[in-house]
Nanobody
Framework: QVQLVESGGGLVQAGGSLRLSCAASGRTFSGNAMGWFRQAPGKEREFVAAISGGGGSTYYTDSVKGRFTISRDNAKSTVYLQMDSLRPEDTAVYYC????????????????WGQGTQITVSS
């Protein structure tokens, strides 16, 4: 089992930045691929970013490429999502996720979910 706890959400103006953190506990953190999903009001949950267990591979959905950066610190069992140049359409609940393999995250096959943290971007 892996437990995931997100933090860092909040309200920000368009063009601003936020950094989300996700602290993991339980199974060996470095062995898991990690990622972020989000769900906006009235919309389906969507994939945002993924990072491999060692941190050497990352992948982003097109709408956040060049603005969001996913990273991880295996010594702290934490994954981060640095969000820059935020837009109102980035408003959503952001979920940290974990999966056994990187390819699973890319295929949207998620084993564990965090409870979510709200990001609101005002125009």
């Amino acid at each position: 089992q892996v437990q995931l706890v997100e933090s860092g959400g909040g309200l920000v103006q368009a063009g601003g930045s936020l950094r989300l953190s996700c602290a993991a506990s339980g199974r060996t953190f470095s062995g898991n691929a990690m990622g972020w999903f989000r769900q906006a009001p009235g919309k389906e949950r969507e994939f945002v970013a993924a990072i491999s267990g060692g941190g050497g591979s990352t992948y982003y959905t097109d709408s956040v490429k060049g603005r969001f950066t996913i990273s991880r610190d295996n010594a702290k069992s934490t994954v981060y999502l640095q969000m820059d140049s935020l837009r109102p359409e980035d408003t959503a609940v952001y979920y940290c996720i974990a999966a056994r393999f990187y390819i699973d995250v890319l295929a949207r096959r998620v084993d564990y979910w965090g409870q979510g943290t709200q990001i609101t971007v005002s125009s």
